[in-house]
């Protein structure tokens, strides 16, 4: 796992933004790995300015989202797809129908999260993998437990993650107690993982890195990874 830190978020997403622009360059029809939060903002900006520069071209990548929260639709505004919509996908000249986020309204999660893993299989597995980190360490929603989990699945919010969210929501009541979240497996097997983090995760990031690997640091899971890098923005 490598960590290079960089001085301040714009320069974050600026080597993000490389790494992202060379992998589409060289796999026109590659498929994404996308995060949401407020840390991946500074890339998804250089990546539609890297489109309206006429440098990148999305008209045949494919992305799965990591999660969703459940029992909010789309058209919710603290939703990941709205999300996703929002700071990305209408900026730049992706087909809406190859882009995938979990639908957190299925009518049975269940069966939602196996149609999720099979997507993803079906496309051969995720090329390049972005992921933020939670402040317990988690990835996607994958929060802190007892044992790494495996596949897409329903997850129980821990309170710190509620609490962290809820800057979001006009009442702290309405943040979602449940999401959908990829699990380690599937991210674990992209080819090549790219995660984002302000200096405020200094200290997980630091556990995450060079701590025992354990599923109650879930990002340590990265340690195992043959291609992961780490951007920390310092300031
Ligand atoms: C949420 C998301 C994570 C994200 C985390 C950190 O919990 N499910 O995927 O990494 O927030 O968000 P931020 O970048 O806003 O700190």
Do not use: W
């Not at 069966?111 to 988690?138: K, S």
């Not at 109650?216 to 920390?232: C, G, K, N, Y």
């Amino acid at each position: 796992m490598k960590l290079i830190t960089v001085k301040n978020a714009d320069e974050m997403g600026k080597y993000a933004g490389d790494i992202f622009a060379e992998a589409i360059g060289a796999k026109p029809d590659i498929v994404l790995g996308l995060a949401t939060g407020s840390t991946p903002l500074p890339l998804y900006a250089d990546l539609i300015r890297r489109y309206e520069a006429g440098g990148l071209d999305f008209s045949q990548v494919r992305t799965v989202n990591l999660d969703e929260y459940a029992g909010l639709p789309g058209t919710h505004e603290q939703s990941y797809r709205y999300f996703m919509d929002e700071n990305l996908f209408r900026h730049i000249n992706i087909d809406p129908a190859n882009t995938h986020v979990p639908d957190g309204c299925a009518e049975n999660l269940d069966d939602e999260c196996a149609r999720y893993d099979a997507l993803i299989d079906g496309f051969g597995g995720i090329g390049l993998q972005l992921l933020g980190i939670g402040r317990n360490g988690h990835i996607g929603f994958n929060e802190p437990s007892g044992a790494f989990s495996k596949g897409t699945q329903t997850v129980l919010l821990a309170e710190a993650t509620i609490e962290a969210n809820s800057r979001f929501f006009a009442d702290p009541a309405e943040v979602p107690r449940m999401a959908i979240t990829m699990g380690i497996r599937h991210i674990m097997l992209a080819r090549k993982i790219v995660m984002v983090a302000g200096s405020e995760k200094a200290g997980i990031i630091d556990q995450a890195v060079n701590g025992e690997i354990t599923p109650l640091v879930p990002a340590s899971a990265l340690q195992m990874h043959p291609d992961a890098t780490v951007i920390l923005a310092l300031e």
